[in-house]
């Protein structure tokens, strides 16, 4: 009974492990498959899955165990599988190089059947390519493997957009460079390597470009600079390059140092901004021309004054062998004259005989004369509704009445006025007169030493133009409103209006000044003229009636006054001239002809537009501001010094050669408002030149241009 009981049940236990077998044949689980019974009789299934994308190796792990080693796309399984019931977990232990795996379907249980629906995807790893920008100063394009490009405007960092796949190459250059700028690369190829490349390097900098071109015609050495330092000596014809290079946008600027011995270079197309290799500067080099000219002079010197002496009277005599001693007169500019000197006026009959005698001893180079005798000073005439005239402005034009009037009216006008004439004889057929003034010999003696001391001074001196009280005679103010302006900066001389008008009859008067070169006034008698110091060549007058009276002024002040206070020379009338101011001084025109050089009685006559009644007085060769123009060759080229040129015109400087009647421009010049000293400068004309002139305003009509000077 036992016996058949333990038969039972060991048969029925091996009937259902056969039917749980057969179960499992029949599928079920994950994916079916054969299972495995253990000894201990429980049942496990493998574990396993499909591979893409693999390239290398990669190993798995099932719950931390059982590494699988996977080398290529397939189905794989796990060696060791896994009981039902029991959780399966696999995980990427190593990643295959270069690449980077993920897992599908990797975890979960196991239930009656294999697991076959893992996934494992492969990719292969891809990287950033990168580095760094330094000198940057525009827009940059990098390309990567000739596609990938980049533009880059700031320096730093950088990366292209697209990424590069482990193990392929890499190739970075420049696909455009920043305008004015190069840029190199390191680093610029290679292999991705399973990281991000961030070592490319690219450095800018500015480009640098030769500046030089052609040379032609040098027989000699000639220095070049360029910009002023970069110099080059060359001593053949052809091209050249400066040996400094010049950045990108900077500027330069080819000059000719040195000049060859006897030639002159020229440059064209020397100034510029380098943007390319510049090839361009042309040179050309000639002979120097040899044409010269001397600039037309400025003013009467003593080659042209005539001294007028008065036979019988010794003080005249005195003074015309002093001033002759002082002034290197020559000889046969003494012209001794029959004159009685005893009476303050002279008929006009009288005078024209004398007149008569002295243009008949003039040498024809005389264009001024000065007279030794203080008396007679006016000359009268006899006709009926006749006039007086100064003698000094009678020397000039000879008596004739439009050159005075006996009321209230214009006279004649001179045309030496504010003119450029050195020759007054040739262009005007009139020579400027001045009576020396002095009342003693003594007197006469220090007053030519003060003109003589002026000479070429060009003295630091202030001029004093004066509104007075005195409404009658303050008429010329309105001349010296500009002035003070005009005359400001570097001239030496400095003007002062003073405005008295309406005020205290105290202000009328300058007192006490130093260094006093003009002094312009409106009044009967001026105060105080003793208390100033006066420069060598001063000049003062005031505008009222009878100052040119002498001797007395009848009853004002008269003109010797000026001179015995210690001015140079003055001016005044011999009749009454009603306040008409073109008979008394123009402060402008005169300041301005004196500081050009003239001397003072040039200066004095060219500032009296209607002279005819006024006396000039003073020494006449007085000149200060004396003009030594010079016109030489330095440098490869004309410079022209000079002190005369009139303000406010044009000066041409040009050249023509044999075959030609045309002029051609070489420089010319403008002026400006004051006068002041100028050096010009002006290049040489060709080889073939055969003649230079000097262009500018007539002497006889400033308003016209001449030729003042030829070269021979």
């Not at 190593?94 to 492969?122: D, K, R, W």
């Not at 006025?417 to 005007?428: T, Y």
């Not at 103010?477 to 205290?504: C, E, V």
């Not at 009139?646 to 403008?670: D, K, Q, V």
Request: glycine share 10%; charged share 5%; net charge negative.
């Amino acid at each position: 009974m036992n016996l058949d009981i333990t038969i039972k049940c060991s048969t029925l236990f091996m009937v259902i492990a056969l039917l749980s077998a057969l179960l499992s044949a029949c599928g079920g689980g994950g994916g079916g498959g054969s299972a495995n019974v253990g000894n201990s009789g429980t049942i496990s299934y493998t574990v396993g899955g499909t591979t893409a994308g693999l390239t290398g190796a990669v190993v798995l792990q099932d719950n931390s165990g059982d590494n699988l080693t996977i080398s290529a796309n397939d189905a794989f399984t796990f060696a060791t599988p896994v009981t039902t019931g029991s959780n399966y977990n696999v995980s990427i232990l190593t990643q295959p190089y270069g690449q980077t795996c993920s897992l599908s379907n990797g975890t979960g249980t196991v239930s009656g059947s294999n697991i076959t629906n893992i996934a494992l995807v492969c990719s292969i790893n891809a990287y950033t390519m990168g580095g760094t920008v330094s000198g940057l100063t525009g827009t940059l394009v990098l390309q990567d493997n000739n596609s990938d490009s980049l533009t880059i405007t700031a320096n730093g960092t950088f990366n292209f957009a697209s990424k590069v796949a482990s193990g392929s190459s890499y190739s970075v250059t420049v696909l455009n460079h920043p305008v004015g700028q190069g840029c190199s690369v390191v680093n610029s190829t290679g292999t991705i390597a399973q990281a991000n490349v961030s070592n490319v390097i690219i450095t800018c900098v500015t480009n640098t470009y030769s500046i030089g071109g052609t040379i032609t015609g040098l027989s000699g050495s000639v220095i070049l600079q360029d910009s002023s330092s970069d110099n080059i000596t060359l001593s053949t014809n052809g091209s050249f390059y400066f040996p400094t290079t010049v950045a990108y946008g900077g500027a330069y600027n080819a000059t000719v140092l040195t000049q060859p011995s006897g030639q002159t270079c020229t440059v064209t197309g020397g100034s510029g901004t380098a943007t390319s290799n510049v090839t361009s500067v042309v040179i050309a080099c000639a002979t120097i021309s040899t044409l010269t000219l001397s600039l037309p002079s400025s003013s009467i010197g003593p080659n042209n004054l005539a001294v007028i002496v008065a036979s019988g009277d010794p003080n005249s005599v005195a003074i015309a062998n002093y001033y002759q001693t002082k002034r290197s007169i020559p000889a046969s500019n003494i012209i001794t004259v029959n004159l009685t000197t005893g009476t303050d006026t002279i008929s006009d009959t009288d005078f024209a005989t004398l007149k008569a005698a002295i243009d008949a001893q003039l040498p024809s180079g005389v264009q001024a004369t000065l007279l030794t005798w203080t008396a007679p000073s006016r000359v009268v005439g006899t006709a009926a509704g006749s006039c007086v005239m100064s003698i000094t402005s009678a020397m000039a034009f000879g008596f004739n009445s439009s050159y005075c009037a006996n009321s209230c009216t214009t006279t004649t006008a001179s045309s030496y006025f504010d003119s450029e004439s050195a020759q007054p004889w040739q262009d005007f057929q009139m020579r400027p007169s001045m009576m020396l003034g002095a009342s003693s010999v003594s007197a006469a003696q220090t007053l030519i030493d003060l003109g003589v001391s002026a000479d070429a001074t060009y003295p630091p001196g202030d001029g004093y133009l004066l509104r007075t009280t005195d409404a009658n005679r303050n008429v010329r103010y309105t001349d010296y409103l500009n002035l003070p302006t005009l005359w400001t900066g570097n001239s030496g001389i400095q003007l002062f209006y003073i405005d008295n008008y309406g005020g205290a009859s105290s202000g009328d008067s300058i007192t006490g000044k130093s260094n006093v070169l003009f002094y312009f006034t409106g009044l009967a008698s001026v105060p105080n003229i003793i208390t100033n110091t006066y420069q060598p060549g001063a000049i003062a007058d005031s505008l009222t009636s009878f100052g040119g009276y002498l001797p007395s002024g009848n009853g004002q002040m008269p003109i010797t006054n000026w001179l015995n206070a210690g001015v140079t020379a003055s001016y005044g009338t011999v009749a009454e001239p009603c306040n008409y101011t073109q008979k008394f001084s123009q402060a402008s025109v005169l300041i301005d002809h004196y500081y050009r050089g003239a001397t003072l009685i040039e200066a004095y006559w060219k500032a009296v537009s209607e002279p005819g009644q006024g006396l000039f007085i003073g020494e006449p060769l007085a000149q200060p501001f004396r003009d030594s123009p010079s016109f030489t060759i330095s440098g490869g080229q004309y410079v022209i010094s000079t002190r005369a040129l009139r303000s406010n015109s044009s000066y041409t400087l040009a050249y023509r050669t044999a075959a030609s009647s045309t002029w051609t421009t070489l420089a010319s010049f403008t002026t400006t408002q004051r006068a002041q000293p100028k050096v010009l400068y002006a290049p040489l004309p060709p080889a073939n030149a055969t003649q230079i002139h000097w262009v500018g305003p007539c002497s006889a009509n400033s308003s016209q241009q001449c030729i003042l000077s030829t070269s021979n």
